[in-house]
């Protein structure tokens, strides 16, 4: 159980280390490590009603995430997902609740790119899965 446990956490147990080691390359203005990491998560807006839709990540970090959504979204706006998060040996189920703090408009045909910082994180149970990066 306490193996278990400890992976679930691995993501965030190493978010200061990753957060650090950022910092400390000044030509990177993240403050986190991203991993790019493709796979679809439904979001939810959790102010304005029940309204779900599908994204697709293309990266994830300590602080956050960025994913392709065909719905507009409204920068500010506050959200909830469920994703994997990397950890030490693949991928650990999350629910994750934050704000979004970037949209980048779509051209016509393509999908609107958003940012969304974490502001609450929640390791679910489950058994951590191994992860597909690009």
Do not use: W
């Not at 959790?46 to 956050?64: L, N, P």
């Not at 706006?77 to 994997?84: C, G, P």
């Not at 408009?105 to 974490?118: D, Y």
């Amino acid at each position: 159980m306490k193996e278990k446990s400890r992976e679930r956490c691995a993501f965030i147990a190493t978010a200061p280390r990753l957060i650090a080691r950022d910092q400390d390359n000044m030509h990177e203005s993240r403050k986190a490590q991203r991993f790019p990491i493709e796979q679809p998560v439904r979001v939810t807006l959790t102010r304005a009603g029940h309204y779900e839709f599908a994204a697709v990540t293309k990266d994830v970090s300590a602080k956050g995430v960025f994913v392709y959504v065909e719905s507009e979204i409204v920068e500010g706006s506050e959200v909830e997902l469920r994703l994997s998060l990397p950890a030490e040996s693949g991928s650990v189920p999350a629910r994750v609740r934050g704000r979004v703090i970037r949209v980048e408009k779509a051209s016509v045909g393509s999908k609107h790119g958003v940012g969304i910082a974490f502001e609450k994180v929640e390791i679910l149970p489950g058994v951590p899965q191994e992860q597909k990066t690009h």
